[in-house]
């Protein structure tokens, strides 16, 4: 009966070609499902880094007064509860500047945020001292800062 109509009037050779469209669509919809799952896991990662910077640096600001780097350890640890890590930290007087990173793999989001009392800025062309690596910056010479050749904070090593 190769090739001829059966009683219903379609040919034998469409026989299971519904199975294969079925497949092809799910096929479709899985790998689409994928991609919104993935776009709302990288906004979720996004807005938790944000939220974490934004805390970090009051954390930071609020305790500008004790030097930068005790400053950037208090950030470091509002990070840390928050499930983010603190990528960079400097204290120029009053104005904390953080950047705090969260989320691994290609899923990773690094959001900077500034804190300080209202109206605030940086003076332009203020000395600073700098730490490589990242850590914590302090104007020179500010009251209240350490000395620049004293120990620089770090963020501590991630565990195994």
């Given at each position: ?11 034998e050779s469409d ?146």
């Amino acid at each position: 009966m190769r090739g001829r109509a059966r009683a219903t009037g379609r040919p034998e050779s469409d026989r299971g070609s519904a199975t294969v469209w079925t497949v092809g669509a799910l096929a479709v919809l899985c790998v689409v499902f994928g991609a919104v799952l993935a776009m709302g896991q990288a906004v979720v990662v996004r807005h938790r880094a944000g939220g974490a910077a934004d805390l970090a640096a009051l954390a930071a600001a609020d305790h500008w007064t004790v030097g930068g780097t005790k400053a950037c350890a208090r950030a470091d640890r509002v990070a840390r509860a928050q499930d983010t890590r603190v990528v960079r930290c400097a204290v120029s007087g009053d104005i904390a500047d953080v950047t705090v990173a969260a989320g691994r793999g290609p899923l990773t989001a690094e959001v900077r945020s500034r804190a300080g009392p209202a109206g605030a800025a940086v003076p332009r062309g203020s000395a600073r001292a700098t730490v490589p690596g990242g850590a914590a910056e302090a104007p020179v010479g500010s009251p209240g800062r350490a000395d620049p050749g004293t120990k620089p904070w770090l963020p501590p090593a991630a565990g195994p």
